[in-house]
């Protein structure tokens, strides 16, 4: 049986990154963070609406929406190649990993 590597994908021009968010590279991380911080969010902003029987679904929607962008985002943005390759030469990478750094 063949094991499969994952390979992260890098990105330089932002239509590139929104092809990585709309192929839903960033769907896995995003979503785990998004149902932990968005159930905390709406329990706690809007607990008494949901007890009460009459839960705000705009604001609850928004609560899981936010921090799925936001991880989004921060996914997206380690994974861009200048910002590899700034990192690669701070730490004085010599194993070519992130490509030619000057």
Do not use: H
């Amino acid at each position: 049986m063949e094991k499969r590597t994952r390979v992260d994908a890098t990105w330089e021009a932002y239509g590139d990154a929104v092809r990585l968010f709309a192929r839903g590279a960033t769907l896995a991380t995003a979503s785990r963070i998004a149902l932990v911080v968005g159930t905390w969010l709406s329990l706690l902003n809007q607990g008494r609406a949901i007890a009460d029987g009459d839960p705000p679904w705009v604001k609850i929607g928004l609560n899981y929406l936010t921090p799925f962008l936001v991880a989004s985002l921060g996914y997206l943005a380690a994974r861009r190649r200048r910002n590899i390759e700034r990192l690669a030469a701070l730490l004085g990478d010599s194993s070519g990993i992130a490509g030619d750094v000057q």
